[in-house]
């Protein structure tokens, strides 16, 4: 069963006025704020109480904005390296795992630490929420929202690029609450932002919101909250790979509550996020110094997408301009963006499995690529206090383990389906 655990205090607060609301149940936008921000929620516990490891995600439950507790969670992970640090020279490297690895007591079943995103969004839905939760994704988002509304009976409605279905594995059935809905090959994540978008225009969808759900941004920032927690003080540099940045955007504001927290330091970890070459358009508006992202065909975007093995890390319109977003976080923060190519990802992939002991998805190779090449180039010093966020692994420890099954879509839908027809498949699955 679920634990019981009061509904956390919290006000919402636009990141752009600072003006504070109370959360209406699935506040997305600031109330009557014209120019796009993200919300930020206002916490009423300014002081992190960590509950016991068997309390899974929700022992972070102060720092969470959740309603209710779900089944089946569990809190990233945090240790001091010692193989790759060795490796690199780092003596305060700590590795911060969101992933399959029982023996170190991270059971994330989908091997990604989406799951952090989705007890957190699911824990902030009301239990009389009749409508249908709509969510896009590339992938690990898809998976973690299906493994937690099938085990917990919450409709859902999934989109993903036909391409990415390899993704959707899973070690047990899903329930029929799960519908997954495919835009066919040769689309990208963008087309199934697309088409969850005019999904949502139907009366009984509800948008999971992204970047701009508090719960989704909260959730994701418990990597940092066991990081902190674990190592007792705030770290110098951040290290993660990104397709939204959203993660990073999370990391920033756990960042901060440590400061106000008073507990931990006031120093602002210095973001280092990263791309997998050659799809790089945060870093290329980044290096331009420009809030805007920067012209990108789409036809070149997609083939970029296909070239990339960390699929994961696609987002062609990422929570980069908005305010309090990507940029607003790393020029408050600082750091910068990294990149690494297929070769590099794969060898740090291998290196990490051979040193740690466990292995990892893509995208974390790429931020462990990064690491690696910013200690060559004296980026980062011996001694600096390092955090690097592991976001998926363990992957192919749970396919040995367990008799994989495969989530098969409902409908393929055209890159650009009308909404008509959009309708008419969906009255059909709900």
């Known amino acids: 069963m679920p634990f019981e655990i009061k509904p956390t205090e919290y006000k919402l607060q636009s990141v752009n006025t600072g003006k504070v609301y109370n959360d209406e149940g699935w506040t ?187 719960a989704r941004r909260d959730g994701m920032g418990t990597t940092v909250l066991s990081a902190v927690t674990k190592i007792g003080k705030i770290p110098d540099y951040y290290f993660q790979a990104i397709g939204s940045g959203t993660g990073a955007i999370a990391a920033w504001e756990a960042n901060l509550r440590f400061i106000e927290d008073g507990r931990f330091g006031n120093n602002k970890m210095k973001l280092m996020v990263s791309q997998n070459e050659p799809f790089v358009p945060i870093k290329d508006a980044w290096r331009a110094d420009s809030r805007a992202m920067l012209p990108l065909d789409d036809d070149v975007a997609r083939k970029q997408v296909e070239t990339i093995i960390a699929k994961v890390l696609s987002n062609r319109k990422p929570p980069y301009p908005i305010v309090g977003g990507l940029y607003d976080a790393m020029k408050n923060a600082g750091g910068d963006v990294l990149t690494a190519n297929n070769d590099e990802l794969t060898e740090a992939g291998k290196l990490f499995e051979k040193l740690e002991g466990n292995d990892i998805h893509p995208a974390s190779a790429v931020a462990t690529a990064t690491l690696i090449k910013a200690v060559g180039n004296g980026t980062v010093n011996k001694d600096d206090l390092i955090m690097l966020n592991i976001t998926g692994g363990g992957e192919e420890k749970f396919k040995k383990e367990n008799n994989i099954i495969y989530l098969k879509p409902k409908h393929v839908f055209d890159i650009n389906p009308d909404l008509e027809t959009i309708k008419e498949v969906l009255e059909q699955l709900f």
């Open 28 to 214: 997305l936008d600031a109330p009557g704020e014209n120019e796009p921000t993200l919300i930020r929620a206002i916490y009423s516990k300014k002081q992190l109480e960590v509950k016991d490891s068997s309390y899974g995600i929700y022992r972070f439950a102060d720092w969470l904005p959740i309603h209710k507790t779900l089944m089946g969670s569990s809190a990233p992970i945090t240790f001091k390296s010692n193989g790759l640090a060795n490796h690199l020279g780092l003596s305060n490297l700590h590795i911060t795992f969101s992933g399959y690895w029982p023996e170190k007591g991270a059971n994330f079943q989908t091997g990604s630490f989406k799951e952090t995103e989705a007890y957190s969004v699911c824990g902030r839905l009301n239990s009389n929420q009749q409508k249908v939760l709509v969510v896009a994704s590339a992938g690990n988002t898809a998976r973690a929202f299906a493994r937690v509304c099938s085990d917990n009976n919450i409709p859902l409605l999934l989109c993903v690029p036909e391409d990415n279905i390899n993704a959707l594995w899973f070690g047990n059935p899903i329930k029929n609450c799960v519908k997954l809905v495919v835009t066919k090959s040769g689309s990208d994540y963008f087309d199934a932002i697309h088409l969850s978008n005019l999904a949502c225009q139907l009366d009984n969808y509800i948008a999971e919101g992204g970047a701009k759900n508090v």
